[in-house]
């Protein structure tokens, strides 16, 4: 089995910072691709960042320049650094990780979100 822990998310003003963790725990050969998702109220699931083991990070537009992710690979940890955070940013952050298990079965797994909440 493999999990994903999320944390790090909470309420924020605009203009502000949060930084997001997700950590995998589990039967771990290889980490394939990282990424973060949000869904926003009312909205459907969207591509924050993502990238592969030996690629560098995509952004979707909006978050170019405020939004850094990086990872620890000895840990199996992925962080996402949010700065000047604006209300549009309100959502549910959510973890993803293409996995390689040691048992050399594929894995999706997706945490169970963690909520930001910009606003005044």
């Known amino acids: 089995q493999v999990q994903l822990e999320e944390s790090g998310g909470g309420l924020v003003q605009p203009g502000g910072s949060l930084r997001l963790s997700c950590a995998a725990s589990?039967?771990?050969?290889?980490?394939?691709?990282m990424g973060w998702y949000r869904q926003p109220p009312g909205k459907q699931r969207e591509l924050v960042a993502t990238?592969?083991?030996?690629?560098?990070?995509n952004y979707e537009d909006s978050v170019k320049g405020r939004f850094t992710m990086s990872r620890d690979n000895a840990k199996n940890t992925v962080y996402l650094q949010m700065n000047s955070l604006k209300p549009e940013d309100t959502a549910i952050y959510y973890c993803?990780?293409?996995?390689?298990?040691?048992?050399?079965?594929?894995?999706?797994?997706w945490g169970k979100g963690t909520l930001v909440t910009v606003s005044s």
């Open positions: 993803n990780m293409r996995m390689t298990l040691r048992s050399f079965a594929s894995v999706d797994a």
């Open positions: 589990g039967s771990i050969w290889r980490i394939n691709t």
């Open positions: 990238a592969t083991s030996t690629s560098s990070t």
